[in-house]
């Protein structure tokens, strides 16, 4: 039977961009969607708010300005949590933001690297904090506090 695998990382391009591997391109022919500072407020917002009500576990994401950046642990699939986040964030994006229902946002294609090892886990979250550029709508996992 095959293990669990510990948590995923996960890149979602916006639409108007491929993902080949870890290698994002422009598509010539599609307006791009760019997430600017306001959309990315709102992306990290609920993708956090999403992972707290699903009982996710978020261990970095970096939401830039054509693509998200993840690592997440839980016991869905990644293809389930690639599905929430899209769909969550663009309801978000129409009702906090005015934007068009219509408005294409996503690109089709995802990247999602299972890992099943710690060590890749951590390299994942360093990457995904450290080694983008500029931090842009960042967070990084942090264990709640204590009380008593």
């Known amino acids: ?17 491929i993902l080949r591997g870890r290698e994002l391109e422009s598509v010539d022919d599609s307006t791009p969607y760019l997430l600017d500072a306001a959309r990315r407020s709102v992306v990290l ?3 956090l708010e999403v992972c707290d009500y699903r009982g996710w576990k978020p261990w970095a994401v970096h939401v830039r300005t054509n693509q998200i950046h993840a690592v997440i642990s839980n016991d869905a699939p990644a293809e389930r949590v690639i599905k929430d986040f899209k769909a969550y964030c663009g309801r978000r994006l129409v009702k906090k933001l005015h934007e068009p229902r219509s408005l294409p946002r996503w690109a ?3 990247a999602a690297f299972h890992m099943f090892e710690k060590a890749e ?3 994942e979250i360093a ?16 264990p709640p506090a204590r009380t008593g």
Do not use: C, D, F
Request: proline share 7%.
């Open 1 to 17: 039977m095959p293990r669990h695998p510990l948590g995923y990382y996960l890149t979602i391009a916006t639409h108007g961009h």
């Open 121 to 123: 886990m951590k390299a």
């Open 108 to 110: 089709t294609g995802v």
């Open 45 to 47: 917002e609920t993708i």
């Open 127 to 142: 990457y995904t904090l450290e080694s983008l550029g500029e931090p842009q709508a960042i967070h990084r996992w942090k």
